[in-house]
């Protein structure tokens, strides 16, 4: 996805993901269970907690553990939400209070 039309009409560039506006919303369980099984495979020698392959491994594991990707635009503030089932994001704008 190169670009993606927000419904106020601003365009958000996703050429080079990941992007600022693009979020992954993660199960708080899921991302705990992700956190433990890096530190189960964590090597205590390394000088950074995470190598790229504990990444991969984080990653694998909430992709395949109910994260979804989120895009938020950053001029109206509309969340849109990836819905695998409809292959397509369904948006969730902020409640309007009267
Ligand atoms: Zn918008």
Redesign the pocket.
Known sequence: MAKFV?????IINLVHSPTSEQHTLIPTKVLYEALLSLESNKNSGESCWVDNSDIDIFFNYIDTHQAVDVIK?P????LWVHSPEKKTYESFGKEKVS
Do not use: A, E, G, M
Request: proline share 0%; glycine share 0%; aromatic share 0%.
């Open positions: 927000c419904s106020c009409s601003h635009c001029k109206c503030l509309r």
